[in-house]
């Protein structure tokens, strides 16, 4: 049973971003978003892999202070098209996909990609977009410049894309949930 977290009298509570995610990258793009927004976000990675469901969740929150307005997320790649279908069975969160890879995500804030585009294409374009070699997992000072300031059209261009196929990302759903509680 979780436990419910109260609003102290007169006082508005945020939500709580609970973000379920498959890697390194994920949780280290997590962790720029919450020291950008400051506002409570968990990043679980790794639960159970891509094979995480409703019961991993629930186990995982099991305890721990919750609200009604706490937002769910799972942020997974989804190349891989029986383990999108998984996911999308998942009905206590709001999916964000990336395909072929988050590294999509990023590179929509340099240029809009329609063409069909490789994971390995995405980092090596990338790295020459960024002028230094990207690894994943590290988010570094060019990268966390741009996709600090370029999200509005980021956002823009992910919109135009049709999602679950290559390329699309719907990263732009929790950007927005964490720009309308930032307000």
Known sequence: MNRKRSAPKGKKINPH??????????????????????IPIDVVTKISGSNISEG???????????????????????????????????RAVTLIASNPSIELWFLLHYKAQTAHIS???CI????NRNRCA?????????????????????????RNLTLY???????FLIIEAMEEVKK
């Open 17 to 38: 971003f609970w973000i379920f995610c498959e890697g390194a990258t994920e949780e280290a793009y997590v962790c720029f978003l919450r020291s950008k927004y400051r």
């Open 56 to 90: 991993d969740i629930r186990k995982y929150k099991q305890g721990k202070p919750t609200h009604k307005k706490d937002k769910d997320f799972l942020i997974y790649d989804s190349d891989v098209r029986d383990t999108l279908n998984r996911l999308r069975t998942i």
């Open 119 to 121: 994971t390995n294409d």
């Open 124 to 127: 090596k374009e990338l790295s």
């Open 134 to 158: 990207y690894k994943k997992g590290i988010l570094d000072e060019r990268l966390r410049t741009k996709l600090s300031g370029h999200y509005p059209e980021a956002c823009k261009r992910a």
């Open 165 to 171: 196929e290559n390329p699309s990302s719907n990263m």
